[in-house]
């Protein structure tokens, strides 16, 4: 307790997107509350202990570790935590194959030729083409407000312009010819909560151009992360309140912020609040949707969240290790993600992916011990009008029992099982249903088609993945930054935020 008061910004939500936000405005000598409703800090980055084991909620890999290792260096707070790189993407089993995905494109694309040799000018071209949307999307403006520079773009930028709307399945379509090579070639859409007929080429294209160098992971949990930004407020004079949440954004008569109101009935004051809540929470129930012009109010109306999750946090005894498996396996049991989506859509487990934490990190276990940890993609509701709290024990059982081909007798040797639903994580975080990655990931919900930081309330701006970055823990800490920068500009502090990576990071545009 203790907020109320003066302060220069207030930001609502501690995830990655709110503390990189804080801890940047406090490092450039702002004054900085940050009200978090849950018990501990983080969002989706938060991790929680079980007798002497520690569980990252949800995030077990970071893209781009280079910038955020710049970041944390300019704030001073690099010793604070260790990212290190792994040294494969992931293994994906299908129903009578599989591929290891080593790091590095080459060996990527090679592992997929390997496979299907017969379309090995297809794979190097489908994944040319990736990489060259990447290199495209890095010149490529944050907004285009003048629809005559379309044309000019669609020269200079052809491969950009031409898929930027296009789905994944549909790009596959182009390029390859054996269905089982695009499952394979498609095997990471879980981690953006679509199926390929779904999901935009474009930011999957974004997302695996930055994974394919390398993906990171933070030792001790994501947390330390988390920790890290949170130690850049603190020493920057900043305060971070867990166990508050924010109840209203308070408007002056004239419409600008004036502060916030904690559900404890504090007052803060300040002429800029960040919001790092879920866009609609935001808007519809902190800020009144009488504030909004209607023209936002029906946008924000029309974008659909994406599917929630489920995760099943697992200890045991067995010497996984000896299958050698790998960081992370992606199961189907169809070939067709398409029936993979019928499947949990009908709340069966579908989407799935096993992640041995104790192979990156032994020190979250107590000695003898492996964590693990399963997540299917799922949907809010299940069809047949069940609550997830009945289903949630049965579900993680046939859940875990999925990996068996994996790790054999998985089921046998646990010693801890906890399982999280799309309801938990709507508890935890107030994301919309649940909502795993902000608004879901389809060519019409992506970059400046998801919501802008600044808002039609003056003083009141958003941070983290409802906005126009995306989703995942490097793109929200990338909105933080940028974030950062235009309430830096609105409050006319002449300070900027350096762009740590600035040749091959894209903003996300158009
Ligand atoms: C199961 C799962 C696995 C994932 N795996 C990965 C991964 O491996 N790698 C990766 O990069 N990304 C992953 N993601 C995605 C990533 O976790 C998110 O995109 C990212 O963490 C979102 O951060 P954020 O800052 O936008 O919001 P959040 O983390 O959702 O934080 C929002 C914060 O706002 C707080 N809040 C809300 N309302 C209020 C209020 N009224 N008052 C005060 N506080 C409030 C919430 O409590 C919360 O702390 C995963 C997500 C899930 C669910």
């Not at 235009?486 to 502090?493: D, M, P, R, S």
Request: proline share 6%.
């Amino acid at each position: 307790m203790g907020q109320a008061g003066e302060w220069d910004v207030i930001v609502v939500g501690s995830g990655l997107g709110g503390v990189s936000a804080a801890a940047i405005l406090a490092r450039s000598g702002l004054k900085v509350l940050v009200c978090e409703q849950s018990d501990g800090v983080g969002g989706l980055a938060h991790a929680f202990q079980r007798d002497g084991r520690t569980f990252d909620s949800a995030i077990r890999v970071l893209a781009e570790g280079e910038m955020v290792q710049g970041l944390l260096d300019w704030l001073g707070v690099a010793d604070q935590c260790e990212l290190t790189v792994i040294d494969h993407l992931y293994e994906a089993r299908f129903p009578d194959r599989s591929v290891f995905a080593p790091t590095g494109l080459e060996e990527f694309m090679e592992a997929h030729i390997r496979l299907f040799p017969g379309e090995a000018e297809g794979i190097r071209a489908f994944f040319q083409l990736r990489r060259q949307m990447f290199l495209e999307t890095a010149q490529a403006p944050m907004r285009v407000t003048d629809p005559s520079a379309l044309g000019q773009l669609a020269e200079l930028l052809p491969t950009l312009m031409k898929y930027r709307t296009a789905t994944l399945q549909q790009v596959m379509d182009e390029y390859l010819r054996d269905p089982r090579l695009k499952a394979m070639c498609s095997a990471l859409w879980p981690y953006m909560g679509a199926p390929p007929s779904q999901l935009s080429f474009f930011a999957y294209s974004q997302f695996i151009g930055v994974l394919i160098d390398g993906p990171s992971y933070c030792r001790g949990s994501f947390q330390k992360l988390v920790d890290a930004f949170v130690t850049a407020v603190r020493r920057g004079g900043g305060q971070v309140a867990t166990g508050t949440p924010v109840e209203r954004i308070l408007l002056h008569p004239d419409g600008r912020v004036a502060g916030v109101r904690t559900a404890a009935g504090e007052v803060c004051t300040a002429p800029v609040v960040v919001s790092n809540a879920d866009a609609r929470h935001t808007f519809e129930e902190l800020v009144g949707a009488e504030h909004l012009p209607g023209a936002y109010a029906r946008r924000l109306r029309r974008l659909r969240p994406s599917m929630s999750a489920c995760v099943v946090y697992a200890a045991t005894t067995q010497d996984v290790l000896a299958q050698q498996p790998a960081h992370e396996t992606f199961v189907y049991r169809h070939w067709d993600h398409e029936d993979t989506w019928r499947d949990l859509l009908a709340g069966r487990p579908g989407g799935m992916s096993l992640s041995i934490m104790t192979m990156l990190d032994p020190g979250l276990a107590p000695p003898g011990e492996h964590l693990l940890i399963a997540t299917a993609v799922a949907p809010w509701r299940l069809p047949d009008g069940q609550s997830w709290h009945e289903r949630k024990d049965a579900f993680a059982d046939s859940l875990l029992g999925e990996f068996e081909t994996v790790i054999p007798d998985l089921r046998k040797h646990l010693t801890f099982v906890q399982a999280g639903t799309p309801q938990t994580i709507q508890r935890y975080t107030r994301n919309h249903e649940g909502a795993t990655y902000g608004w879901a990931m389809g060519p019409h919900q992506i970059g400046g088609k998801r919501l802008p930081h600044d808002t039609p309330v003056p003083g009141l701006f958003l941070s983290g993945h409802w906005t126009e970055e995306g989703p995942a823990s490097f793109r929200v800490i990338l909105s933080g930054m940028n974030t950062a920068r235009q309430v830096l500009g609105h409050l006319g502090t002449g300070l900027d935020v350096p762009t740590f990576k600035p040749d091959d990071v894209p903003q996300l545009a158009l």
